[in-house]
């Protein structure tokens, strides 16, 4: 699903990753981090893709809002287990999305 996002500028953070060997507590943890990522103020959507590498991109209105998130206490316990348990490598990068523009509904 493609994400509704608001008139720019808003931020999107981009998750690029690897993983290491499935792991079931994996995807109830990444359900986990979207219902509660949802939850916090400033969060805008999300798009995500799994092949060989995973892309996720959330959006958000500020930088603040993205800081708070980073610092919430379950999501750094969730990237916590990531470093250890469920990826080989990510890289994380933060942009500001300054126009768009698309096709279709």
């Not at 998750?15 to 079931?24: A, G, I, L, Q, Y």
């Amino acid at each position: 699903m493609i994400a509704t996002t608001p008139i720019p500028p808003y931020y999107a953070v981009i998750f690029t990753s690897v993983r290491k060997d499935e792991d079931p507590e994996y995807s109830e943890m990444s359900e986990l981090m979207l219902e509660l990522a949802k939850e916090q103020s400033g969060f805008l959507g999300v798009e995500s893709a799994r092949e060989d590498v995973g892309i996720t991109v959330s959006y958000w209105r500020d930088t603040e809002s993205i800081k708070n998130w980073k610092k919430h206490t379950d999501h750094f316990l969730a990237q916590k287990k990531g470093r250890e348990q469920w990826y080989k490598l990510y890289k994380v990068r933060i942009a500001k999305v300054e126009r768009e523009y698309g096709f279709g509904k």
